[in-house]
Each structure stands twice: as structure tokens, then as C-alpha cells.
């Protein structure tokens, strides 16, 4: 059985900062790309940012300059470094990882974030 682990997540001031990590268990395959996903209450999920096994990366505009994706593909982990935290990023922050013969896609269950003085 395949399982994303998150970490990282917790409370803290705005101008902040904080590491994400999201690992992925079990017979996943070969991962094609990994990313990070928010929800905030009462928002639609919405990507943060991605990074592929090659390499390159995508960020949302709202983030580009502040969060920074990084992935090690060997270890089937990924991270998201987040700085100059506003409260707007305020959310549970999701691990998604694409993989396997049929690009299966697996979900890790939720790390929230909360950004608040």
C-alpha cells in the first residue's frame, strides 16, 4: 500500500518560515513528479508548486519568490521550503505524487499550516 507521510507543518508569525516534507511508502513505482497542493477553508485546492523527476519546476504566481520546491526522487521525497509567510497561506498543504505504469496519482492526508501573530 502506498503512503505520502507529511511534516513540517505547524504555526507561525507572518514574515516567518517553515520546511515541508513529504515522503512516499510502499510500492509506489517510478515517480513522474511531485507537488504541493493548499486548501484553505472554504477555497478549492489549489497547486502550489510541482517539480518533476528531471527537474523542472512550477510555481502559482502567488508564491513564486517565497516558496521553493526541491525533490529527491531517489529517496521518493520532496520538500517545500516556504518563507516570508503571509496569513493568506494559511491552509492544509497536500503532498501529490504522480507514478507507476499508469501515472496512478496518491495523496497524502493533510498538513496544516497556520500563519497568524
Known amino acids: 500500500q502506498v503512503q505520502l507521510v507529511e511534516s513540517g507543518g505547524g504555526l507561525v508569525q507572518p514574515g516567518g518560515s517553515l520546511r515541508l516534507s513529504c515522503a512516499a511508502a510502499g510500492s509506489i513505482g517510478t515517480i513522474y513528479d511531485m507537488g504541493w497542493y493548499r486548501q484553505a477553508p472554504g477555497k478549492q485546492r489549489e497547486l502550489v508548486a510541482a517539480?518533476?523527476?528531471?527537474?523542472?519546476?512550477n510555481y502559482a504566481d502567488s508564491v513564486k519568490g517565497r516558496f521553493t520546491i526541491s525533490g529527491d526522487f531517489a529517496k521518493n521525497t520532496v520538500y517545500l521550503q516556504m518563507n516570508s509567510l503571509k496569513a493568506e497561506d494559511t491552509a492544509v498543504y497536500y503532498c501529490?505524487?504522480?507514478?507507476?505504469?499508469?501515472?496512478?496519482?496518491?495523496w497524502g492526508q493533510g498538513a496544516q499550516v497556520t500563519v497568524s501573530s
Open positions: 517539480i518533476t523527476s528531471g527537474g523542472s519546476t
Open positions: 501529490k505524487a504522480r507514478a507507476g505504469a499508469y501515472v496512478a496519482a496518491y
